[in-house]
Nanobody, 126 residues
Framework: QVQLVESGGGLVQAGGSLRLSCAAS????????MGWFRQAPGKERDFVAA????????AYADSVKGRFTISRDNAKNTVYLQMNSLKPEDTAVYYC???????????????????WGQGTQVTVSS
């Protein structure tokens, strides 16, 4: 079993930055793709970003492209989401997700992921 724990959320002013981390424990996630999703109040959970095991391939939602960067450190079993130029509409609970190895393809759909964290709140004030 894999456990994912997100951290780094908080309250920030518009234009500011935050860096989210997702640490995996239990079975390692070697060779599996990972992603970030977010869910705003009253809305569905949406894809934000994804990364393959090697880090060579990444994908982003159009709404965050150019502002967010996903990366991973496999030695630490950790994936990151650097969020810059934050906007009030980025306010949401952010979830980390992992695909069961060896599924290493980029995926944008919730059902493609096998493991989920508990989420971390990001609030951007105007």
């Amino acid at each position: 079993q894999v456990q994912l724990v997100e951290s780094g959320g908080g309250l920030v002013q518009a234009g500011g930055s935050l860096r989210l981390s997702c640490a995996a424990s239990g079975r390692t996630l070697s060779s599996g793709a990972m992603g970030w999703f977010r869910q705003a109040p009253g809305k569905e959970r949406d894809f934000v970003a994804a990364i393959t095991w090697s880090g060579d391939n990444t994908a982003y939602a159009d709404s965050v492209k150019g502002r967010f960067t996903i990366s991973r450190d496999n030695a630490k079993n950790t994936v990151y989401l650097q969020m810059n130029s934050l906007k009030p509409e980025d306010t949401a609970v952010y979830y980390c997700a992992a695909r069961q190895p060896p599924r290493d393809q980029i995926a944008r759909m919730i059902r493609s992921y096998d493991y989920w964290g508990q989420g971390t709140q990001v609030t951007v004030s105007s």
